[in-house]
């Protein structure tokens, strides 16, 4: 059975930022700029952890639905592939959460 997969998802935004006109959802954000799409992925975190504290499993499911969504949608809108933030994560995984953490700036 295949499976939809945030790359999946990924490919789909991107479809819908290269058509035009009113249909589509990604398109209107996207034209609204990125400032209005990183704060529609803020609105999505909150209601996701919100949707987490009630310990509500379908509402918690729903809500990180849509904050993959904003997430990625934010990212196209930086110019940003997914690919490059799975290169970080690639990176950080040669290392424990802890000492890449304490490498960071500030640690």
Avoid: Q, W
């Amino acid at each position: 059975m295949p499976r939809f997969t945030i790359h999946d998802l990924a490919e789909t935004i991107d479809a819908r930022a290269a058509s035009g006109g009113e249909a589509s959802y990604t398109r209107k954000l996207l034209d609204k700029g990125p400032e209005h799409c990183a704060k529609k992925f803020g609105e999505e975190a909150v209601e996701t952890v919100i949707a987490a504290v009630e310990n509500d499993r379908a509402h918690l499911i729903a809500e990180s639905a849509d904050l993959l969504y904003h997430f990625l949608v934010l990212l196209k809108a930086r110019g940003i592939k997914l690919e490059e933030v799975e290169a970080a994560l690639d990176k950080r995984t040669s290392m424990s959460g802890l000492e890449e953490k304490a490498s960071r700036k500030g640690g």
